[in-house]
C-alpha cells in the first residue's frame, strides 16, 4: 500500500524567505506526483504536474522536484509572501487495486508572517 | 471553462436520512474520484470510476453509494447519514495534466 508522508506538518517564516516542502512516498513505482494548495474551507488547486520521467517542474516562484529512486520530492518556494499562507498537499498517482489511484500526504501548513 | 462542478456547497443532514451530492465535469474526463477530508487524516478515497457503467471502490466506501451513468456526472449517494459522516467531500476528474477538485460539499449529520 502506497503511502506519502509529509514534512514539516507545520511552517511558519517570515516574509522574502525561502522554503522547502518536503514529501516522501514508499513505493517509487508512481505514474507521477502533484502538488496540491489548500486554502482554509476550499477546495484543492493544482500547482505542479510532476511526470514519472521527469526531475522537475517550474511555474513562477514554484520549483518541484522528483527523485523517484529515493521516494523523495520537494516543493521549493521563492521569496515567500503572506499570500502563499495555505496548506500544501503533496499527492502520487500509482496502480493500485487494478486502476489508478491517487494517495495524498496529509499536508504541511505554512504562514508567511509580514 | 466550468471544470468540476459540486452541489450542495453546504448541507446540515439528521441521522438517518439520506442525501445525493452532485458532482458534474465538463472535460470529457474518464476517470473520476469521490474523496473525504477529515481534519488531520488527508483526504481518503471512498469510489470512483474509470468511465461510464464502470465504479469501483476506493479506501472508505461504507455507507456510500455512486452512480455513473455518463462521462460528465458521477454522483454520490449517502443512505443512513450517521455522525461519521461528517466531512468535506471532494469530487475530482483526471485528465492528461493531472487532477481537478470540486470545490467541496461540507456536511454536517447531525
Known amino acids: 500500500k502506497q503511502e506519502v508522508t509529509q514534512i514539516p506538518a507545520a511552517l511558519s517564516v517570515p516574509e522574502g524567505e525561502n522554503l522547502v516542502l518536503n514529501c516522501s512516498f514508499t513505493?517509487?513505482?508512481?505514474?507521477?506526483l502533484q502538488w496540491f494548495r489548500q486554502d482554509p474551507g476550499k477546495g484543492l488547486t493544482s500547482l505542479l504536474l510532476?511526470?514519472?520521467?521527469?526531475r522537475e517542474q517550474t511555474s513562477g516562484r514554484l520549483n518541484a522536484s522528483l527523485d523517484k529512486s529515493s521516494g523523495r520530492s520537494t516543493l521549493y518556494i521563492a521569496a515567500s509572501q503572506p499570500g502563499d499562507s495555505a496548506t500544501y498537499l503533496c499527492?502520487?498517482?500509482?496502480?493500485?487495486?487494478?486502476?489508478?489511484?491517487?494517495?495524498f500526504g496529509k499536508g504541511t501548513k505554512l504562514s508567511v508572517i509580514p | 471553462n466550468a471544470g468540476v462542478t459540486q452541489t450542495p456547497k453546504f448541507r446540515i443532514l439528521k441521522i438517518g436520512q439520506s442525501m445525493t451530492l452532485q458532482c458534474t465535469q465538463d472535460?470529457?474526463?474518464?476517470?473520476m474520484y469521490w474523496y473525504r477530508q477529515d481534519p488531520g487524516m488527508g483526504l481518503k478515497l471512498i469510489y470512483y470510476?474509470?468511465?461510464?457503467?464502470?465504479?469501483d471502490k476506493g479506501e472508505v466506501p461504507n455507507g456510500y453509494n455512486v452512480s455513473r451513468s455518463t462521462t460528465e456526472d458521477f454522483p454520490l449517494r449517502l443512505e443512513l447519514a450517521a455522525p461519521s459522516q461528517t466531512s468535506v467531500y471532494f469530487c475530482?476528474?483526471?485528465?492528461?495534466?493531472?487532477?481537478?477538485f470540486g470545490s467541496g460539499t461540507r456536511l454536517t449529520v447531525v
Open positions: 510532476i511526470q514519472s520521467s521527469q
Open positions: 475530482a476528474s483526471q485528465g492528461n495534466y493531472g487532477y481537478t
Open positions: 513505493d517509487s513505482a508512481i505514474y507521477n
Open positions: 470510476s474509470v468511465g461510464a457503467g464502470i465504479t
Open positions: 499527492a502520487v498517482l500509482y496502480s493500485g487495486a487494478g486502476s489508478y489511484q491517487l494517495t
Open positions: 472535460m470529457n474526463h474518464n476517470y
